[in-house]
């Protein structure tokens, strides 16, 4: 499950929320060419690496996805995507409209999901009250909201508005839980009740 959504439109605050409500899924940690925030720890909220690490990285073909975001950039690993899936986990991915796109092309049953803020108002409140950025990094990112809201348009079937932090991580939960359901082999099922005759 692809999560994506403006700086500051709480996808973060979301995904945590999921990981403690629903089993069987494990959040893809991102490597990012970006310093720490506040209480941000390595290995746990990203994979903070500097440029020549993350060339390396892109050259070895390490990523399944990676794209330049506000001036840093972001990727996600191959290997660890890989390992979850083969184990049958599911993967949620906290990342970027450029991000889904390109996983939506790797992974046939990616699921994507835009996390909205109620109106654009409250979006630059969230991101001033933050204090995390400067005034031009925040402008920066308001304008660039707009383009991924578009960008996200035609491409993710999951729409979200977070205009309360309780429903939103409720509906979040319900779309993936109702994606189980859908993937779910009906004709295996059939066959277990019959007792393992023909359908």
Known sequence: MVLSAPSGGGKTTLCRQLLSTVEN??????HTTRPPRGRER????YH???DG???????????LEWAHVHGRRYGTSRREVEGCLGRGVDILFDIDVQ??????RRIDDAVLVFILPPDSVTLEKRLRGRGSDAADEIERR????????AAAADLYTHWIVNDDLQRAASE????LRGERLA???RRELVKEFLGGGAI
Do not use: H, M, P
């Not at 899924?25 to 991102?30: G, Q, T």
């Not at 979040?172 to 779309?175: D, F, G, M, V, Y």
């Open 99 to 104: 991000g889904g796109r390109q996983i939506r």
């Open 42 to 45: 390595d290995g746990f909220d």
């Open 183 to 185: 993937r779910v082999d």
């Open 25 to 30: 899924v494990e959040f893809s940690i991102s």
């Open 172 to 175: 979040l939960e319900a779309i």
């Open 142 to 149: 308001l304008v660039t909201a707009q383009k991924e809201i």
């Open 48 to 50: 903070f690496v500097d």
């Open 53 to 63: 690490a993350f060339d390396a990285l892109v050259a070895e073909g390490a990523f």
